[in-house]
Every structure is written in C-alpha cells, then in structure tokens.
C-alpha cells in the first residue's frame, strides 16, 4: 500500500517543514481575494530548491496538484490551493545570497519580504523601484510571478523590468538557470520572461536575480483637486507632453474622497471630482525645474486649487487622501472587490466615468482610485457577500466593467494577475489563436497539469 | 456543547476580514513563528471556520487563543477596521464556558485572580497590604533563605521575584474623596483608581489628581471602586466582567461629570468599550452608550481641553516612551502622551525602536506564556537601553512592571502624568 501523502512527505522532508492539522490547513487555504478558500492536504515548507524538486517528483509520482504560495496577499486566487493538493509555502527560503554594488544587482531566495530587499539595499544608496502596496508583507518569489506592480510604475516600470535572472524548478523536478547579470544578452529565447506573470503555473521560481538603481536624492510632492475628472485627465497629458515623467501620478475620485475624509479627516473639499497626487523625483535641481513646470501646468487647467509639500512632513500629509483610499473604503461594508482594469492612458477618464455609470446602473457602491500615469484603475466594489442579490449585481458590473475596458483597448488585469477571479475572462481578451499558444504552452512545461492547476485558463 | 459566542455574534465582524495580510507583520507571535495560524488573519479564519461550524472548537484552538497576546496591534494595522477584540473575547468565553482548556492548576489560578482578588478591592488590597508586609519586614529574605520557596509549584516559584512591590498607601489614602482647584473649576472629573494600580503605583493617582486640578478641574475620586472587568473580558469570562460593568455605570450620577478619567490603559481600552459588553441589556445599554463617551484617557482629555505648559523637571532627563498596547492599539492614543511628553523643556525624548511592539505583559500572558512573554520583553529592554534614556516613560501598570522587570534599576520607569506633575511642582516650588 502506498503511504498518505502527509507520510510520504514526512520521508523526504523533516516533520517542522510539514504542517496537515486541520487548524494549520485552513489558514493556508485562502489568499487576499474576497470569497475563495480551498482546504489543502498537506502545507510544506521548502528550505531548499533540492527539497522543492523533491516534493515536485513525489506530487508528479502520485499525481497530486501543488500550489506556490509566497505570503497569500495575491488579489486574484493565485495561491488558493486545489482540492486535495500540496501547498508549497516559499517564505522559509528567505535569505539574501549576493548583494553585489559593482554590477548594481542582488540574488534573493523567493520568500524575502519585498520591503526587506530595499531596506538591505537603501543602506548602499540605491533602490528596488517595484512597490506594490503590499511590499510590507509580499513575498518577491509572489511579485516575480504576479509581475507586480506599484505606485512608481509610470517612471521606473514594474517587476518585470527588474528581473535580471531567475532559478526555477520545472514541474518534473528539474532546475534550471535562466538570464545573468549582462545588461545585454540575445541567446536563445527570453525564457525567463515566461516564468514572470506565469502565477505559478510553469514552475517555482526559488531564486532571483534582480537589476538596482542609484536612489534618487530629491523629491517633490504635489496635489491638486479639480471639478472635472477630464480636466485631471487633460492636465495628466499636458504634464506628459511636456516630457516630465513623474514618479508618482495618482487619483482618488470623489466618492472615494469622501470615505477618505470621513476615516482619516485629510482636510481636503469633499465636492471635488478628482485629486491628483503627483510627485517628481531625481537631482535637486531637475526636481525643482519638473516642479515647477508641473505647477504651471497644473495652474493652466483648470485646477481649483493646487498644494505643493515644503518638506517631508507635508509631503506625507497630502499623501493621505491617496494612501489611505484603499482603508478608507475597506470598512465600509463586509466585502470589498478591488479590481485592477487598465486601459491607454488617454482613455483613463472614459474609462472612470464608465465605472460611475456603472455603479449607477447596478445600484452598487463603487469607488475608483488608482494610477492615473499609466492607465491603471482601482474600480473598488464595496458590498456583503450574503446578499446574493447584490452580488449578482456586482458580478453583472464587473462583466459590464470587463467589457469596456476591451473595447477601449485595454487589459482585464493591470497587476493582480488571472488566477481564478478573471480567468472565466481572460478568452474575451486572447481572442485568436494566441489562447490555443498559452495552453499549448502550460502542457509542454507541465503535461500532468499539476502546478497549480486550473489558474489562469483551464488547459 | 453551549452556544458558541462565535457562531451567535454579529457575522459582519468576521466577514469583515478580507485576509488581505496587512497585519502580519505587526504581530509579535507571528513574528516569532513565521506561521499562519500564529498570525492575526489565521486566528480570525480559525473563529470563522468555528462560527461556520467547519472546525470543532477544540484544544489546538484553545491554546492558539492563549498564545495570542491581546496586544491589539492588528487593529492599527488593519485597512479594513476589523474589531480584533471583539473577537478575541468571544473566543475566549467560548473557551472558557465549555472548559476546553480545563486542568486543576489554571482553575486555581483563574480562581484566585479573576474571580476573587479581581472581584473584591478590600480583599486585593488586603493581600497587597500582606505582600507589603512580607516584602518590607524582612520577612522576604527569611523566606528565600529559608528555601521554602522550593515547595512551590514551579510557575509560582519563577513568579515570586517578579511580584511587585507594594506600596505603603494606597490610593484612598493619598486622594481625597473630591478635591477642588484654588480657582473655580472649569471641568468636574471623576478618577478611577485601577485595582493594580492602586497597590503598586498608588502615588500615580495622586499625581494625575495634582494634574487636573493645575488644569482646573474638580476631581471626585470614589473610595472602594470596583474592578473595570478588563481582565475577566480578556480571560472569557463575559458576566463577571458585565457584572462589573453594571457595577461601575451605578457608582457615578454620568450626567453630573465631564469626564471618567482613566490612566492606566488597559483599563481604559476596556471602560470604553462597555456599550459592546452591554449592548443586549435593556436597562443598560443606553447607560453605557453615555458611560462610553465620557471615559477619557488622561492624556487625551488634557490635549482636549489644552493642559498649560509645564516648567522644567528639577533635573534634566534623557526619556523614551513606550506605548502601551491598549492605549496605543486599543484606545488610538498615540500622539497625546508624546506632545505631554515634549512640552517639559527640560526632558529630551528619544525615539524608541519598534515602540509599537507589545512588551509582553498583556493581561495574564507573563503567567500564562512565560517564554514568549520573556523574548518579548528582553526585546523591547534592550530596544529600551540602546536609546541610552534614564527614564522609560509608559502609561499602564502591566508594562510598568514588566519593564521595570528587565530594566531596573539602571533605567527608571515613570508614568507620563507623573512626569508632568513632577515639572509642575518643580515650578510651583522655584516660584
Ligand atoms: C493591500 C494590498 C495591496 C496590494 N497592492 C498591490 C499593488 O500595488 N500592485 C500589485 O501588483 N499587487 C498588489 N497587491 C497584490 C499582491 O500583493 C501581489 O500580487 C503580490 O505580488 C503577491 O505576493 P505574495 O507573496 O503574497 O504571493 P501569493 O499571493 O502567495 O502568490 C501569488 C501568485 O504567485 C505564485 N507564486 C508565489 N511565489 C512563487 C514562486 N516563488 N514561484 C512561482 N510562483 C509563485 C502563486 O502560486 C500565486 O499564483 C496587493 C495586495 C493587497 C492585499
Ligand atoms: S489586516 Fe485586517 S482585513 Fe487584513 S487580514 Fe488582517 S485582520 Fe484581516
Ligand atoms: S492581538 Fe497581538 S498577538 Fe493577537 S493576533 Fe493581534 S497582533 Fe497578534
């Protein structure tokens, strides 16, 4: 007779790197996404890529799903574990292997904190632009495979554009090396850029090599409100237009506005449509030159009124309005559904006003805030899962949401990844034969579909 | 199997959590485990399984709700306000009403501190006037030597030298019953005590007194106050701590006073949370909805009605302060001990690193979990003794102890309140 899974686990495996108590599986079975749980079978914990390729050959011998799970902060089902499958938890592989200040790079095992990498690296003067809300708590293995986005996006791009090289475990246990530390490399097929955003679907990526910049030295902060949502948007091009990339562009609308001041009081006017919050940063004088000229720009459209931080106290002050949306709104209701729909960016304020309309139609809550500076919303549902009328609604929203942002030329998915949430979608968006390559894809890497299988698409 | 709190109570509570992770890493025991079930958005995931009736309320969960601290950090850290109490107090009463956890050694424990010394602050005091006795005639010594000491149970043995010392007079002695300000009062308050407080720190409640009055208000101090309840609420035991509740709200004509004052903030994290406790009692529900509103934090009823700038202590000392948990997670009190603080010219505050970390007091816990209870509070004393300070200033006598504990005698550990009476009277004098 063959051993259970948690006892064959136990032979390859010590007995701290394996959890199965019912009270330790249905607290790896959830993520950040609203509504999904799934109980596992077994919650391993890898210190090794050799103990990962181990677990993977036994799951491929007995033919039991596994899922990666970095710190389940994902927003669209990527770590949910299958009925019946292996968790394998990342975080315990958490060390820092080569900080090296000549070539601007660091190799990090995938569980370190997101955060910590910057702290580590800030002591050099220099910076892991990526900074995804959850950075605090995310695991960098999770960023690489959800190519995570942050509030830098617009001026330094996202993960993806950070990942030198990568070390990762393919699901027949096999480990492989992809990329190096040249800038420039043209040998064979980019296949590293596969693993970024797979969501954990073609392998476990168990190390990364990752590309640090100089750390800017000044910044600026600015806000500014406005009565119409197209003067944001107009004001938004002419800055661009003007060849100033800012590092920070974001927006609150105003419902979420006034959630804001009701939670944390920012002083700001709860009549306005839209904030902008924007900020430059890089050499002190080319900081204050872009500073200035945005101040024109700002005060050439239409803005009512417009406020620029003297230090950095006031800097964080009128980063409240934008930092604590996402707190302000998520205690308004039980359930709170935060999508992430980007489309171009000239067609950001179509696209906000779309989302208003919406809300209307369906009689839902909906508050939308997010990067104005490349396309990327934060439509934000706010309901209770237990009225299942309501729900339909939202569902009816999200189809309608889904729809528009298609026909505008945009994505389903700006950050949070598929997963399960946006997978009954994700065909509208790959209409050609380009859904059959993505299958065709998953079967050659993984033939037994075991690695976090159903995610995405279903093979 | 009773009813389970959990599975009664409102199921917006849980559903509120969207386990988004936020709070992990502001949790000590998570920190310290690195596992789920540990961290805040486990042990609510474990409550919503119960409530679901998918979990069985069992041991494991039991000693999962005792390994929690009650620190409250996931509160601040919550994007989405879930009422992390609300929710630990059930757990707990579930727990303790259908006895999961039930051995002869914690029923003489519980016994003997929540329901009888808790309940009774003529008896406390009595056993504090003993330990006083004992601590200050000698007695001590001749009971250590005498190596009777190795009869105790283990757990009592480890915990005698940490009791604390009594102090000669207790509050009732040292605070008049009402006391008035030389000019006309602007405000009438009323001071609670704090049963602990009362018998290690009684000189505090003279300072917070000696303190309102310079701010000019009337303060009524009431002899024999009962307990606040936090320690039953926090240990399961929902009608003794409702009892006491009741209790309280009859003692004070509400209408007739401005403010409760509470300096002890564990205390006062729970005497503002009575209208939740009694919120199914006809008769008092409203009662509480007002006592609720009137219980201020001192040092957040001296920055309301703006307290005058204080002269300098008599010598200039280097401070840090750390936060009490159920000041600064529990009541939101954060900036107003530090602005206190800052006005004493003479007193130099030094940032404390990771200042919001628990210190491993909370409650019982240093009773119930002495291991984790003990990393944590040699954390925060060398966190303490690298910011070189002679003085740790914290505003709850769970902390006061534990950190003094670890760091006295190099380093002295003083109430806000007290420093800033000390300043006013250094003025009074030097006029
Ligand atoms: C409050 C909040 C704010 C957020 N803000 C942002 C934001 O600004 N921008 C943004 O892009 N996202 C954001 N997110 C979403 C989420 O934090 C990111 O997707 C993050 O990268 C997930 O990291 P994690 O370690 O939690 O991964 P998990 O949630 O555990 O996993 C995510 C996916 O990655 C896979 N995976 C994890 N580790 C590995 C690995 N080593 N190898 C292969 N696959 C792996 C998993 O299977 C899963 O599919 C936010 C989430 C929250 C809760
Ligand atoms: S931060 Fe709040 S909502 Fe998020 S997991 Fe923790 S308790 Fe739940
Ligand atoms: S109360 Fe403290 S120990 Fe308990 S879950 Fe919250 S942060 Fe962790």
Same mark, same amino acid.
């Not at chain 1, 080319?286 to 024109?296: D, G, L, M, Y």
């Not at chain 1, 067609?347 to 809300?359: D, G, H, S």
């Not at chain 1, 700006?414 to 065709?440: F, I």
């Not at chain 2, 509050?171 to 008035?180: D, G, I, K, Q």
């Given at each position: 007779m063959v051993a259970p899974i948690p006892q064959a686990l136990e032979s390859l495996l010590s007995p701290e790197q394996i959890l199965s108590s019912a009270e330790d599986l249905i607290v790896y079975g959830y993520d950040g996404t609203a509504g999904l749980k799934q109980r596992p079978l077994a919650v391993v914990f890898p210190e090794s890529a050799e103990d990962v390729s181990k677990v993977l050959r036994l799951a491929a011998e007995r033919d039991i799903p596994v899922t990666t799970r970095g710190s389940g902060t994902g927003l669209s089902g990527g770590s949910i574990p299958s009925e019946n499958g292996i968790v394998l938890c990342l975080q315990r592989m958490n060390k820092i292997l080569e900080f090296d200040t000549a070539n601007l790079t660091i190799l990090v095992e995938p569980g370190v904190v997101t955060e910590t990498i910057n702290q580590a690296v800030s002591k050099e003067g220099l910076l892991y632009p990526p900074d995804p809300g959850s950075m605090k708590i995310s695991t960098i293995g999770g960023n690489v495979a959800n190519n995570s986005g942050g509030l830098r996006g617009l001026k330094y791009g996202v993960t993806r554009d950070y990942v030198m090289g990568m070390q990762a475990v393919l699901p027949n246990g096999e480990t492989i090396w992809l990329g190096n530390k040249c800038v420039k490399d043209v040998a064979g097929y980019n296949l590293k850029d596969l693993f970024i955003g797979s969501e954990g679907t073609l392998g476990v990526i168990t190390q990364i090599l990752l590309k640090l910049v100089p750390r800017p030295v000044a910044r600026r902060t600015m806000l500014a409100l406005f009565d119409s949502m197209e003067d944001a948007a107009a004001a938004v091009s002419k800055i661009i237009a003007a060849k100033i990339i800012p590092c920070t562009l974001e927006f609150v609308d105003r419902f979420t506005l006034q959630c804001v001041e009701d939670f944390a009081q920012a002083g700001l006017p709860t009549d306005c449509e839209a904030v902008l919050l924007i900020e430059t940063d890089g050499h002190p004088a080319q900081v204050e030159e872009e500073a200035e000229q945005i101040q024109n720009i700002l005060a050439q459209s239409n803005a009512r009124e417009t406020k620029t931080a003297k230090n950095e106290e006031e800097a964080n002050q009128l980063a409240t309005a934008r930092r604590s949306a996402f707190a302000a709104l998520a205690r308004i209701r039980p359930t709170t559904i935060l999508e992430d729909v980007t489309v171009p960016r000239d067609k950001l304020a179509e696209m906000i006003r779309f989302v208003q309309k919406t809300a209307e139609k369906h009689d839902l809550k909906i508050a939308s805030f997010g990067h104005f500076g490349d396309g990327n919303l934060h439509p934000t549902i706010l309901a209770d899962e237990r009225d299942a009328d309501e729900m339909k609604r939202v569902h009816q929203a999200l189809e309608d949401l889904f729809e528009k942002t298609l026909e505008l030329g945009g994505t389903i998915t700006g950050e949070h990844g598929v997963g399960l949430a946006k997978k009954a979608h994700l065909h509208d968006q790959y209409q050609d034969y380009s859904y059959t390559l993505l299958k065709q894809i998953k079967k050659t890497l993984d033939p037994q579909n075991l690695l976090n299988p159903g995610k995405t698409f279903d093979v | 199997m009773s009813k389970l709190r959990l599975a009664e109570m409102d199921y917006s509570v849980l559903q509120q959590c969207m386990h988004c992770g936020m709070c992990l890493p502001s949790c000590?025991?998570? @920190? &310290? &485990? =690195? /596992? !789920? *079930? @540990? $961290?805040? *958005? =486990? *042990?609510?995931? /474990? %409550? *919503? $399984?119960?409530?679901? =009736?998918? /979990? !069985?309320?069992?041991?494991?969960?039991? !000693?999962? %709700?005792?390994? #929690? /601290? =009650? #620190?409250l950090a996931c509160t601040s850290a919550c994007p989405a306000g879930v009422e992390y109490a609300s929710l630990f107090e059930a757990s707990r009463a579930d727990i303790e009403e259908n006895r999961i956890l039930d051995t002869s050694e914690r029923r003489f424990w519980r016994w003997i501190t929540i329901r009888t010394l808790f309940l009774h602050p003529r008896l406390l005091r009595l056993t504090g006037r003993a330990l006083w006795i004992y601590q200050n005639l000698g007695l001590e010594k001749l009971v250590r030597a005498s190596g009777i000491l190795k009869l105790l149970p283990k757990k009592l043995r480890e915990l005698e030298p940490l009791a604390p010392r009594i102090r000669e007079s207790f509050t009732h002695e040292l605070v008049a019953e009402s006391e008035s300000p030389p000019e006309k009062p602007r405000y009438r308050v009323a001071l609670l005590t704090g049963c602990v407080q009362d018998l290690i720190l009684s000189e505090l409640n003279r300072d917070t007194a000696d303190v309102l009055l310079v701010n000019g208000c009337e303060v009524l101090t009431l002899p024999n106050q009962a307990c606040c309840g936090s320690l039953h609420s926090h240990n399961g035991e929902e009608e003794l701590a409702k009892q006491l509740a009741r209790k309280n709200i009859d003692s004070y004509d509400l209408e007739n006073v401005d403010a409760i004052i509470s300096n002890a903030g564990g205390c006062g994290s729970h005497l503002k949370r009575y209208a939740h406790l009694l919120s199914n009692d006809s008769e008092y529900a409203n009662k509480a909805k007002t006592w609720d509103s009137k219980v201020k934090d001192i040092h957040e009823w001296l920055c309301e009605i703006g307290f005058c700038p204080p002269g300098p202590l008599p010598v200039a000392k280097q401070v840090t302060y750390h936060p009490s948990c159920h000041l600064n997670h529990g009541q939101g009190v954060r900036q107003q001990p530090v602005e206190i603080l800052k006005a004493i010219p003479n007193l130099t505050l030094v940032p404390l690193t990771d200042a919001d970390t628990c210190c491993g007091s909370a409650g019982i816990y240093n009773l119930t979990q002495p291991e984790q209870a003990g990393q944590l509070q040699s954390q925060k004393a060398s966190h303490i003794r690298d910011t070189r300070s002679d003085i740790v200033a914290t505003a709850n006598p769970g902390c006061h102890l534990q950190i003094q504990n670890a760091v006295f005698p190099k380093i002295e550990v003083r109430h806000p309140i007290s420093l800033l009476a000390e300043a006013y009277r250094n003025c009074a004098i030097s006029d």
């Amino acid at each position: 007779m063959v051993a259970p899974i948690p006892q064959a686990l136990e032979s390859l495996l010590s007995p701290e790197q394996i959890l199965s108590s019912a009270e330790d599986l249905i607290v790896y079975g959830y993520d950040g996404t609203a509504g999904l749980k799934q109980r596992p079978l077994a919650v391993v914990f890898p210190e090794s890529a050799e103990d990962v390729s181990k677990v993977l050959r036994l799951a491929a011998e007995r033919d039991i799903p596994v899922t990666t799970r970095g710190s389940g902060t994902g927003l669209s089902g990527g770590s949910i574990p299958s009925e019946n499958g292996i968790v394998l938890c990342l975080q315990r592989m958490n060390k820092i292997l080569e900080f090296d200040t000549a070539n601007l790079t660091i190799l990090v095992e995938p569980g370190v904190v997101t955060e910590t990498i910057n702290q580590a690296v800030s002591k050099e003067g220099l910076l892991y632009p990526p900074d995804p809300g959850s950075m605090k708590i995310s695991t960098i293995g999770g960023n690489v495979a959800n190519n995570s986005g942050g509030l830098r996006g617009l001026k330094y791009g996202v993960t993806r554009d950070y990942v030198m090289g990568m070390q990762a475990v393919l699901p027949n246990g096999e480990t492989i090396w992809l990329g190096n530390k040249c800038v420039k490399d043209v040998a064979g097929y980019n296949l590293k850029d596969l693993f970024i955003g797979s969501e954990g679907t073609l392998g476990v990526i168990t190390q990364i090599l990752l590309k640090l910049v100089p750390r800017p030295v000044a910044r600026r902060t600015m806000l500014a409100l406005f009565d119409s949502m197209e003067d944001a948007a107009a004001a938004v091009s002419k800055i661009i237009a003007a060849k100033i990339i800012p590092c920070t562009l974001e927006f609150v609308d105003r419902f979420t506005l006034q959630c804001v001041e009701d939670f944390a009081q920012a002083g700001l006017p709860t009549d306005c449509e839209a904030v902008l919050l924007i900020e430059t940063d890089g050499h002190p004088a080319q900081v204050e030159e872009e500073a200035e000229q945005i101040q024109n720009i700002l005060a050439q459209s239409n803005a009512r009124e417009t406020k620029t931080a003297k230090n950095e106290e006031e800097a964080n002050q009128l980063a409240t309005a934008r930092r604590s949306a996402f707190a302000a709104l998520a205690r308004i209701r039980p359930t709170t559904i935060l999508e992430d729909v980007t489309v171009p960016r000239d067609k950001l304020a179509e696209m906000i006003r779309f989302v208003q309309k919406t809300a209307e139609k369906h009689d839902l809550k909906i508050a939308s805030f997010g990067h104005f500076g490349d396309g990327n919303l934060h439509p934000t549902i706010l309901a209770d899962e237990r009225d299942a009328d309501e729900m339909k609604r939202v569902h009816q929203a999200l189809e309608d949401l889904f729809e528009k942002t298609l026909e505008l030329g945009g994505t389903i998915t700006g950050e949070h990844g598929v997963g399960l949430a946006k997978k009954a979608h994700l065909h509208d968006q790959y209409q050609d034969y380009s859904y059959t390559l993505l299958k065709q894809i998953k079967k050659t890497l993984d033939p037994q579909n075991l690695l976090n299988p159903g995610k995405t698409f279903d093979v | 199997m009773s009813k389970l709190r959990l599975a009664e109570m409102d199921y917006s509570v849980l559903q509120q959590c969207m386990h988004c992770g936020m709070c992990l890493p502001s949790c000590p025991t998570y @920190n &310290t &485990t =690195g /596992l !789920e *079930r @540990n $961290s805040p *958005r =486990g *042990r609510i995931a /474990l %409550m *919503r $399984s119960i409530a679901d =009736g998918e /979990l !069985e309320l069992k041991e494991a969960f039991a !000693e999962e %709700m005792n390994y #929690c /601290l =009650g #620190c409250l950090a996931c509160t601040s850290a919550c994007p989405a306000g879930v009422e992390y109490a609300s929710l630990f107090e059930a757990s707990r009463a579930d727990i303790e009403e259908n006895r999961i956890l039930d051995t002869s050694e914690r029923r003489f424990w519980r016994w003997i501190t929540i329901r009888t010394l808790f309940l009774h602050p003529r008896l406390l005091r009595l056993t504090g006037r003993a330990l006083w006795i004992y601590q200050n005639l000698g007695l001590e010594k001749l009971v250590r030597a005498s190596g009777i000491l190795k009869l105790l149970p283990k757990k009592l043995r480890e915990l005698e030298p940490l009791a604390p010392r009594i102090r000669e007079s207790f509050t009732h002695e040292l605070v008049a019953e009402s006391e008035s300000p030389p000019e006309k009062p602007r405000y009438r308050v009323a001071l609670l005590t704090g049963c602990v407080q009362d018998l290690i720190l009684s000189e505090l409640n003279r300072d917070t007194a000696d303190v309102l009055l310079v701010n000019g208000c009337e303060v009524l101090t009431l002899p024999n106050q009962a307990c606040c309840g936090s320690l039953h609420s926090h240990n399961g035991e929902e009608e003794l701590a409702k009892q006491l509740a009741r209790k309280n709200i009859d003692s004070y004509d509400l209408e007739n006073v401005d403010a409760i004052i509470s300096n002890a903030g564990g205390c006062g994290s729970h005497l503002k949370r009575y209208a939740h406790l009694l919120s199914n009692d006809s008769e008092y529900a409203n009662k509480a909805k007002t006592w609720d509103s009137k219980v201020k934090d001192i040092h957040e009823w001296l920055c309301e009605i703006g307290f005058c700038p204080p002269g300098p202590l008599p010598v200039a000392k280097q401070v840090t302060y750390h936060p009490s948990c159920h000041l600064n997670h529990g009541q939101g009190v954060r900036q107003q001990p530090v602005e206190i603080l800052k006005a004493i010219p003479n007193l130099t505050l030094v940032p404390l690193t990771d200042a919001d970390t628990c210190c491993g007091s909370a409650g019982i816990y240093n009773l119930t979990q002495p291991e984790q209870a003990g990393q944590l509070q040699s954390q925060k004393a060398s966190h303490i003794r690298d910011t070189r300070s002679d003085i740790v200033a914290t505003a709850n006598p769970g902390c006061h102890l534990q950190i003094q504990n670890a760091v006295f005698p190099k380093i002295e550990v003083r109430h806000p309140i007290s420093l800033l009476a000390e300043a006013y009277r250094n003025c009074a004098i030097s006029d």
